[in-house]
């Protein structure tokens, strides 16, 4: 069932997409004056990607996105919830924020273990300090296996980095022959990312 706010919420989204993060703000923080707890949960993502993404109009803020994002996860626990918060925290940059990143990713696995959880422990482990490449290249794996390009693409990337050209070279053939057939099975959701 779609939220009430929905065209809404996919205006302010395409804002954002143009670089102007106001609206997502704006419509934000209405959501969270309202007395339903699922506006108010419409409202923190809101308010958490705009500051997370910011734009022309408006600078990036991660304190007041990872602030945001918390509030989410306590509303409404959600993997994409978590998946956010751990996103936000790990573009901290700081080894503590990657550090809860792992936690936020743990949580989000716990709940509900999808493509979206395996690219962002991919993310994880290949930023990580030292990087765990292995580790990133089987999340990459498993995000792939559910039909994810971004999944294909940084396995394919891993292997080359890691030396082993013939892996790469075998993914690259599998997506570029299945590619069509995978967007046509699943559509838009073959695009995600972390």
Not at 17 to 42: C, H, N, P, T
Not at 65 to 74: N, Q
Request: proline letters at 3%; glycine letters at 8%; hydrophobic letters at 40%.
């Amino acid at each position: 069932m779609r939220s009430p706010n929905h065209k809404r919420l996919l205006s302010a989204f395409e804002s954002l997409e143009k670089g102007f993060a106001k609206d997502a703000l704006d419509l934000g923080s209405e959501l969270l004056k309202s007395q339903s707890l699922g506006d108010q949960a419409e409202g923190h993502m809101c308010c958490g990607t705009a500051y997370e993404q910011g734009g022309d109009d408006l600078a990036i803020d991660l304190d007041k996105a990872i602030h945001s994002y918390r509030l989410l996860t306590l509303m409404a626990p959600s993997s994409i919830a978590y998946c956010y918060l751990a996103r936000a925290c790990m573009k901290t940059g700081s080894a503590s924020g990657h550090e809860e990143a792992f936690r936020y990713l743990t949580e989000a696995e716990r709940l509900d273990p999808t493509a979206v959880v395996h690219l962002g422990f991919a993310t994880y482990y290949r930023g990580k300090k030292p990087a765990d490449l292995p580790l990133a290249r089987s999340h990459y794996l498993k995000a792939a296996i559910d039909g994810r390009f971004k999944g294909m693409f940084g396995y394919s990337e891993l292997s080359r980095e890691m030396g082993q050209r013939y892996r790469a070279f075998v993914a690259d053939a599998i997506r570029i022959s299945t590619g069509w057939l995978i967007a046509l099975l699943i559509g838009q959701r073959a695009m995600e990312d972390f």
